[in-house]
């Protein structure tokens, strides 16, 4: 974050104001946790904050602190909209695009207030005044722990913004395996345990509880996966009716797409997964070293994200979405292998 953006937006934050936060739609561990650990720190300075969620997320991150405070945009439009009208400032997390927050964009657009972006994605459009915006960056949690430090605040940092700062990090980091976690990383989870973050206790509550209908769903979804021995990829396919099967809730997919990297040799592993209304296939991308499953998405399915992680969707139905990938696929050969 540039020198004279610290300098306004701390000079901002020296009076009480009436703050915003939003992450992206279907937020992930990353999307809460920066939003929630943001939460609690302006809330300490004796700002007025509120988080707004373009929608609902899974149960396993609902444990966070502060969840409770969550308001929905899908179930509470106008509470939501008199919220942000009133707001001072709305920061968007862990996304740089509006067009991430869908049925949101239009009434953001419409209102006479300042835009403040933190994120870690490629490709940053530029509506807000205040942009900190670094790919090279692990997670948003992060970069929230770096803005913290540069308003120089590290020592406000309690065991809840601790707790949810870990929590965006361990996910988004795929438990500190990803290519983006660097020595810096590491050094700042130390000082979130320091600072009260129980790793043993978050990991858990993430990743150990999963119900039996997740698991019989994983089965499906691993035996539906198909290896391409030429192109060094696998993908997964998941069909409304075996998501319905399964009593499918939001969440149960996550991770999912991360197996087929498991297999010895696989450089790129995508998920396609029918939404429930049927009406498009929702896309995961996940690719090991570096071959840019970004530039993938954002050519091809209307997506993006990282080198190593994207998303994306197809308006077509499932057959003719493979068959795309199966056309694409030669355009890559060389690469993957």
Excluded at 27 to 55: E, Q
Aim: aromatic residues 10%; negative net charge; charged residues 25%.
């Amino acid at each position: 974050m540039k020198e004279n953006q610290i300098k306004d937006i701390k000079e901002f934050l020296s009076s009480p104001k009436k703050i915003s936060i939003i992450p992206h739609k279907n937020p992930d561990g990353d999307a809460i946790g920066s939003s929630l650990g943001l939460m609690h720190y302006l809330k300490k300075l004796g700002h007025t904050v509120h988080v707004i969620s373009p929608n609902e997320y899974p149960n396993f991150l609902k444990w966070m602190p502060g969840n409770n405070e969550v308001i929905k945009f899908d179930y509470q439009e106008d509470y939501a909209k008199r919220i942000l009208k009133a707001s001072d400032l709305i920061f968007t997390l862990d996304f740089n695009s509006l067009s991430r927050i869908e049925e949101m964009k239009p009434y953001l657009e419409s209102l006479d207030v300042d835009f403040a972006m933190i994120d870690h994605h490629q490709q940053p459009d530029g509506y807000a005044k205040y942009t900190y915006s670094d790919v090279s960056m692990s997670a948003t949690c992060e970069m929230i722990y770096n803005f913290i430090s540069y308003l120089g605040d590290l020592d406000q940092i309690d065991a809840d913004i601790a707790t949810c700062l870990y929590a965006g990090i361990m996910t988004d980091t795929g438990s500190f395996r990803f290519s983006s976690t660097t020595s810096t990383t590491h050094r700042i989870i130390a000082d979130l345990i320091d600072k009260g973050a129980k790793n043993t206790e978050i990991h858990n509550a993430i990743f150990d509880s999963n119900s039996i209908d997740k698991l019989h769903l994983l089965g499906v979804a691993l035996n539906n996966l198909v290896f391409l021995e030429a192109y060094n990829m696998v993908y997964i396919t998941l069909t409304k009716a075996e998501l319905e099967k399964h009593n499918f809730k939001k969440g149960d997919t996550e991770g999912f797409v991360n197996y087929g990297l498991s297999i010895e040799g696989v450089k790129l592993s995508i998920i396609f997964i029918e939404n429930n209304d049927g009406d498009y296939i929702k896309i995961s991308l996940r690719s090991k070293g570096d071959f840019s499953v970004n530039e993938m998405a954002r050519k091809h399915f209307n997506g993006g994200g990282h080198i190593n992680a994207a998303g994306g969707r197809s308006d077509m139905n499932m057959e003719d979405t493979i068959n795309k990938l199966n056309e694409i696929l030669p355009y890559y050969q060389k690469e993957l292998q």
